[in-house]
């Protein structure tokens, strides 16, 4: 089974930027979709961003042309790179794989937007 473990998170003025990793401790080259999830305090896990093996991506509405998902199979990583970032973004950041067979969720990486 593949473990995710996601960092990179933190405390970040509104304007600002971060960079998530998500490193799986087996290979992503197969897997055709990598997905961002993040969960907010008091709401439901949501989807941001996914990226196919082949490059194509997609956003959730509410990040889009601010948000960048990349992954590189090499090292068995998957990215998101937020900019602009807002005080609605707040949340626990998560990856997984695509589709109905998911790994076990990681424990996320904190966001936090906040002056």
């Known amino acids: 089974q593949v473990q995710l473990v996601e960092s990179g998170g933190g405390l970040v003025q509104p304007g600002g930027s971060l960079r998530l990793s998500c490193a799986a401790s087996?290979?992503?080259?197969?897997?055709?979709?990598m997905e961002w999830y993040r969960q907010a305090p008091g709401k439901g896990r949501e989807l941001v961003a996914a990226v196919t093996s082949g490059g194509s991506t997609n956003y959730a509405d509410s990040v889009k042309g601010r948000f960048t998902i990349s992954r590189d199979n090499a090292k068995n990583t998957v990215y998101l790179q937020m900019n602009s970032l807002k005080p609605e973004d707040t949340a626990v950041y998560y990856c997984?794989?695509?589709?109905?067979?998911?790994?076990?969720w990681g424990k996320g990486t904190l966001v936090t937007v906040s002056s």
């Open positions: 997984n794989r695509g589709g109905p067979y998911r790994f076990e």
């Open positions: 087996g290979s992503i080259f197969s897997i055709r979709t």
